[in-house]
C-alpha cells in the first residue's frame, strides 16, 4: 500500500532554514506529482508547491517563492521541501501528499516549531 | 490565483443533515474534492470528482455540484462527524483548498 513517511519534528530558530524529507513506498515515486501542504496550529490547509519526480521541475505558491525548494532522490524515492528564512508565522505541521484520479495520500505531517 | 469560499462553522443536532458549501470560479472547469479533518490527523478524502465517494467512506457522505458551488452533505450527522471539512480543487496541477469548516454535532 501506499505509504508517506516523513522526517521527524524539527525546532529551529528564527531566520534559520529548515529541510523535511518525505519517503515515499508502494507505488512507482515517478508517476505523479508530489505537493507539500502546511496547517499553523488552529489553521487551515496551505498548499506550498509541487515537484515533478521524473523531471525535478517545480512549481512554487507565489507566497513562498524565493523561499521554499523542493528537491528529490529518485534512488530512494525520498522527496525534499526545505524553507529558509525561518519567520515565527512558519510555525506549522508540514505535510507531503500526492493525488491520484480517486484518493489523496498524505504524510504523517512533520512540526516544525521556530523559537528563539 | 484560484479562491475557495466556505463558511467557517456549521452546527445540527445528531441525526439531522449538515451541508457544508464551496464556492469558487475554478470549480465552473475543475471538480471539486472534500477532506474531513480531525484534530492531530492528517486530512481524510471523503468525496473526489464532485459526487464520487472512496471505498470505505460511509454513504452519509455525498457530494454535489452546480456551476461555481460544490456542497457536502452529511445525512444523519453523527457526533463522530464534529470534525473539519476542507474543500479542494485544482488547476494546472496547482492546488487550492477552502478555508475549512468546523462542523460541530450537538
Known amino acids: 500500500q501506499v505509504q508517506m513517511v516523513q522526517s521527524g519534528a524539527e525546532v529551529k530558530k528564527p531566520g534559520a532554514s529548515v529541510k523535511v524529507s518525505c519517503k515515499t513506498s508502494?507505488?512507482?515515486?515517478?508517476?505523479?506529482?508530489l505537493h507539500w501542504v502546511r496547517q499553523a496550529p488552529g489553521q487551515g490547509l496551505e498548499w506550498m508547491g509541487w515537484?515533478?519526480?521524473?523531471?525535478?521541475?517545480?512549481n512554487y505558491a507565489q507566497k513562498f517563492q524565493g523561499r521554499v525548494a523542493m528537491t528529490r532522490d529518485t534512488s530512494i524515492s525520498t522527496a525534499y521541501m526545505e524553507l529558509s528564512g525561518l519567520r515565527s508565522d512558519d510555525a506549522a505541521m508540514y505535510y507531503c501528499?500526492?493525488?491520484?484520479?480517486?484518493?489523496?495520500?498524505w504524510g504523517q505531517g512533520t512540526l516544525v516549531t521556530v523559537s528563539s | 490565483s484560484y479562491e475557495l469560499t466556505q463558511p467557517s462553522s456549521v452546527s445540527v443536532s445528531p441525526g439531522q443533515t449538515a451541508r457544508i458549501t464551496c464556492s469558487g470560479d475554478?470549480?465552473?472547469?475543475?471538480?471539486g474534492r472534500w477532506f474531513q479533518q480531525k484534530p492531530g490527523q492528517a486530512p481524510v478524502l471523503l468525496i473526489y470528482?464532485?459526487?464520487e465517494r472512496p471505498s470505505g467512506i460511509p454513504e452519509r457522505f455525498s457530494g454535489s455540484s452546480s456551476g461555481t458551488t460544490v456542497t457536502l452533505t452529511i445525512s444523519g450527522a453523527q457526533v463522530d462527524d464534529e470534525a473539519d471539512y476542507y474543500c479542494?480543487?485544482?488547476?494546472?496541477?496547482?492546488?487550492?483548498f477552502g478555508g475549512g469548516t468546523k462542523l460541530t454535532v450537538l
Open positions: 501528499a500526492k493525488n491520484t484520479a480517486t484518493h489523496n495520500y
Open positions: 508502494g507505488y512507482t515515486f515517478t508517476d505523479y506529482y
Open positions: 515537484i515533478n519526480p521524473t523531471s525535478g521541475g517545480t
Open positions: 475554478v470549480l465552473a472547469k475543475r471538480y
Open positions: 470528482q464532485d459526487d
Open positions: 479542494y480543487s485544482a488547476a494546472d496541477n496547482n492546488w487550492v
